[in-house]
C-alpha cells in the first residue's frame, strides 16, 4: 500500500510519510497530504548555469540539450498535479516558506522568455468577495526577511498547534505579501505573524483543498516534526476548509451566542494575563540563574558575562574593555582577567594578559589598580570536585604582583554571600576582601552553595 503522505526534499521520518526528491516519479495528487521543503529546487539551475552580466540566470532551449524545457515541464507537471490535489482530491499541500530565491530565463534568441523560480510549480488559486480578488501566487510576493519573532494567531487551526509546539524553534526566512494590498484575512487564514505584522505563516483554501505556507523549524528532529505535522493534517481533514465570515452576519444571532462570546472572551483575556505571567517569571528566572554561568560557561560572551555580571552583584561598578573588565568602587578599583577550559590548570594566558595591561598603566603614569584572575579548570566536572584549577606560574606570578587569584566557584560563593545579606556594609567588606588578598583567594565566606 502507498504511503498516506508524500515528502518532497523535506526530511521527515514517519511510517506514513514517504520521501521523494521533486524530480522523482510519485504524483502529489495521489496523496491525501503532501509536504514540500522547495529550498533545494532552484539548486538544479543555480549549480549548472552561470548568471550573465545584469545578474539573470538564463538557458538557451536550442543549445541546453534540453535542459531547460525539461524543467519548464516539470514546473507544469507538479503545477497540474498540486491543482489536482487540493482541487480535485480535497487534500493539503504544505510547502516552507523561503522567498523565491535565483530565477532561471528559459528563452531561445528573439522568442520570449519563460522565467521559472523555486514557486513555480504551486497551482493557480483564485478567491473573489464582493470588494476584493485573491490571486496567488500571481500577486503573492515572498519577500526575504529572517526573524525569530513569530507570534501566533490564536486561530484554532491545527497547523496552528504545530506552530506552538515548535514555538521558540520557529525562524522565518520571508514572510508574504500581496502586490495589490489584498487583505489575506479575508480569504485565508494567518496562522502566525511577526512583529510588524507580516505573515509569515498561511492557510489557504482552494476548493475542499487547502495550501499551508509554514516557516522552517530548527533543531527538531524528523520523527518528531514529522509526528506533529501528520496530526495537523489528520485534523485538518476533519474540519472544513477557512470561510470568511459575511459582513451582515453579526446581525443575526441565536440564543446564547453573545454569552457564549463572552465567556471565550475572559477566557482569552485571563490566558493571555497568564500567558504574560509565565514569560514575566520565565524573564526573572533566567535573570536570577545566569550566574550559575560562571560555573560552567567558556568564552568571552558565555564566562566573560558571567564574571562581568558576578562582580556587577558584589557592587562594583562593571565595565568591559577588550578582554578585560574594570572594576570601580569605594573601595578601590581592579582589573580583571579571566579564563575557563576543560584543562585542569588554566590562567596563565589570562595573567599574561592582565599583566601586560597593569604594567602599561604604571608605565602611562595612570592610577594603580589591583590585578584580579578568575579561572575555570575542568569546567565539565562539579566546582565541588574539581582538582587545584590554576597553572603553578600564574599563581606564583599573582603573589610576586599582588594580584588576587581566585576560581569562578569562589566568585559564585562570593555572590551567594551578597545574596543572603545586602547591606551596604556587608558588600562593602566583601569587596574590600577580595581588593585586599595578594595572591590566592582563600576566605569566601561562610555561605555554601546551594
Given at each position: 500500500?502507498?504511503?498516506?503522505?508524500?515528502?518532497?526534499?523535506?526530511l521527515?521520518?514517519?511510517?506514513?510519510?514517504?520521501?521523494?526528491?521533486?524530480f522523482?516519479a510519485?504524483?502529489?495528487?495521489?496523496?491525501?497530504?503532501v509536504?514540500?521543503?522547495?529550498?533545494?529546487?532552484?539548486?538544479?539551475?543555480?549549480d549548472?548555469?552561470?548568471?550573465?552580466?545584469?545578474?539573470?540566470?538564463?538557458?538557451?532551449?536550442?543549445?541546453?540539450?534540453?535542459?531547460?524545457r525539461?524543467?519548464?515541464?516539470?514546473?507544469?507537471?507538479?503545477?497540474?498535479?498540486?491543482?489536482?490535489?487540493?482541487?480535485r482530491?480535497?487534500g493539503?499541500?504544505v510547502?516552507?516558506?523561503?522567498?523565491?530565491?535565483?530565477g532561471?530565463?528559459?528563452?531561445?534568441?528573439?522568442?520570449?522568455a519563460?522565467?521559472?523560480?523555486?514557486y513555480?510549480?504551486?497551482?493557480a488559486?483564485?478567491?473573489?468577495?464582493?470588494?476584493?480578488?485573491?490571486?496567488?501566487?500571481?500577486?503573492?510576493?515572498?519577500?526575504?526577511?529572517?526573524?525569530?519573532?513569530?507570534?501566533?494567531?490564536?486561530s484554532?487551526?491545527?497547523?496552528?498547534?504545530?506552530?506552538?509546539?515548535?514555538?521558540?524553534?520557529?525562524?522565518?526566512a520571508?514572510?508574504?505579501?500581496?502586490?495589490?494590498?489584498?487583505?489575506?484575512?479575508?480569504?485565508?487564514?494567518?496562522?502566525a505573524?511577526?512583529?510588524?505584522?507580516?505573515?509569515v505563516?498561511?492557510?489557504?483554501?482552494?476548493?475542499?483543498?487547502?495550501?499551508?505556507?509554514?516557516?522552517?523549524?530548527?533543531?527538531?528532529?524528523?520523527s518528531?516534526?514529522?509526528?506533529?505535522?501528520?496530526?495537523?493534517?489528520?485534523r485538518?481533514?476533519?474540519?472544513g476548509?477557512?470561510?470568511?465570515?459575511?459582513?451582515?452576519l453579526?446581525?443575526?444571532?441565536?440564543?446564547?451566542?453573545?454569552?457564549?462570546?463572552?465567556?471565550?472572551?475572559?477566557?482569552?483575556?485571563?490566558?493571555?494575563?497568564?500567558?504574560?505571567?509565565?514569560?514575566?517569571?520565565?524573564?526573572?528566572?533566567?535573570?536570577?540563574?545566569r550566574?550559575?554561568?560562571?560555573?560552567?560557561?567558556?568564552?568571552?560572551?558565555?564566562?566573560?558575562?558571567?564574571?562581568?555580571?558576578?562582580?556587577?552583584?558584589?557592587?562594583?561598578?562593571?565595565?568591559?574593555?577588550?578582554d578585560l573588565?574594570?572594576?570601580?568602587?569605594?573601595?578601590g578599583?581592579?582589573?580583571?582577567?579571566?579564563?575557563?577550559?576543560?584543562?585542569?590548570?588554566?590562567?596563565?594566558a589570562?595573567?599574561?594578559?592582565?599583566?601586560?595591561?597593569?604594567?602599561?598603566?604604571?608605565?602611562?603614569?595612570?592610577?594603580?589598580?589591583?590585578?584580579?584572575?578568575?579561572?575555570?579548570?575542568?569546567?565539565e566536572?562539579?566546582?565541588?570536585?574539581?582538582?587545584?584549577?590554576?597553572?603553578?606560574?600564574?599563581?606564583?606570578?599573582?603573589?610576586?604582583?599582588?594580584y588576587?587569584?581566585?576560581?569562578s566557584?569562589?566568585l559564585?560563593?562570593l555572590?551567594?554571600?551578597?545574596s543572603?545579606?545586602?547591606s551596604?556594609?556587608?558588600l562593602?567588606?566583601?569587596?574590600?576582601?577580595?581588593?585586599?588578598?595578594?595572591?590566592?583567594?582563600?576566605?569566601?565566606?561562610?555561605?555554601e552553595?546551594?
Amino acid at each position: 500500500m502507498n504511503a498516506r503522505y508524500l515528502a518532497i526534499d523535506w526530511l521527515l521520518d514517519h511510517s506514513d510519510v514517504r520521501r521523494e526528491g521533486f524530480f522523482d516519479a510519485s504524483s502529489f495528487s495521489s496523496y491525501e497530504a503532501v509536504f514540500v521543503d522547495p529550498i533545494g529546487i532552484s539548486r538544479h539551475w543555480t549549480d549548472t548555469t552561470a548568471p550573465g552580466g545584469d545578474g539573470a540566470r538564463r538557458t538557451d532551449p536550442e543549445q541546453d540539450r534540453g535542459f531547460g524545457r525539461t524543467l519548464i515541464r516539470w514546473m507544469a507537471k507538479r503545477r497540474e498535479e498540486a491543482d489536482d490535489l487540493l482541487k480535485r482530491r480535497g487534500g493539503i499541500l504544505v510547502t516552507r516558506l523561503y522567498s523565491r530565491g535565483e530565477g532561471l530565463e528559459v528563452a531561445a534568441p528573439g522568442s520570449p522568455a519563460e522565467r521559472i523560480d523555486r514557486y513555480s510549480w504551486l497551482p493557480a488559486v483564485s478567491l473573489v468577495d464582493r470588494h476584493h480578488q485573491l490571486a496567488f501566487p500571481a500577486n503573492a510576493r515572498f519577500v526575504a526577511r529572517r526573524g525569530s519573532d513569530v507570534i501566533l494567531e490564536r486561530s484554532g487551526n491545527p497547523f496552528e498547534e504545530y506552530l506552538r509546539e515548535f514555538e521558540g524553534r520557529l525562524r522565518y526566512a520571508a514572510v508574504y505579501q500581496d502586490l495589490l494590498s489584498t487583505p489575506i484575512d479575508r480569504f485565508a487564514c494567518v496562522l502566525a505573524r511577526n512583529r510588524v505584522g507580516d505573515p509569515v505563516a498561511v492557510e489557504i483554501p482552494a476548493s475542499e483543498g487547502r495550501l499551508v505556507l509554514l516557516p522552517p523549524v530548527e533543531g527538531v528532529p524528523p520523527s518528531r516534526e514529522a509526528d506533529v505535522l501528520a496530526h495537523a493534517v489528520g485534523r485538518s481533514i476533519e474540519r472544513g476548509p477557512f470561510v470568511a465570515d459575511p459582513d451582515w452576519l453579526p446581525a443575526y444571532t441565536l440564543p446564547g451566542e453573545d454569552a457564549l462570546a463572552d465567556e471565550l472572551s475572559g477566557l482569552v483575556e485571563r490566558r493571555d494575563a497568564l500567558h504574560a505571567k509565565v514569560e514575566e517569571v520565565s524573564a526573572r528566572l533566567e535573570e536570577k540563574t545566569r550566574l550559575k554561568r560562571l560555573l560552567y560557561g567558556q568564552g568571552r560572551s558565555l564566562f566573560g558575562g558571567a564574571v562581568a555580571g558576578a562582580f556587577a552583584a558584589l557592587g562594583f561598578d562593571v565595565e568591559t574593555i577588550g578582554d578585560l573588565i574594570s572594576l570601580r568602587s569605594d573601595e578601590g578599583n581592579a582589573l580583571v582577567a579571566a579564563e575557563a577550559s576543560e584543562e585542569p590548570h588554566v590562567g596563565l594566558a589570562a595573567y599574561g594578559r592582565l599583566h601586560r595591561e597593569l604594567e602599561r598603566v604604571i608605565a602611562d603614569g595612570e592610577d594603580p589598580v589591583k590585578g584580579v584572575l578568575v579561572v575555570s579548570g575542568s569546567r565539565e566536572l562539579d566546582p565541588k570536585r574539581r582538582p587545584t584549577q590554576f597553572a603553578a606560574e600564574a599563581l606564583r606570578g599573582c603573589r610576586a604582583h599582588g594580584y588576587c587569584l581566585m576560581t569562578s566557584y569562589q566568585l559564585y560563593r562570593l555572590v551567594q554571600a551578597a545574596s543572603a545579606d545586602r547591606s551596604k556594609k556587608a558588600l562593602a567588606a566583601l569587596r574590600r576582601s577580595l581588593l585586599e588578598t595578594d595572591g590566592e583567594l582563600r576566605d569566601v565566606g561562610d555561605s555554601e552553595a546551594a
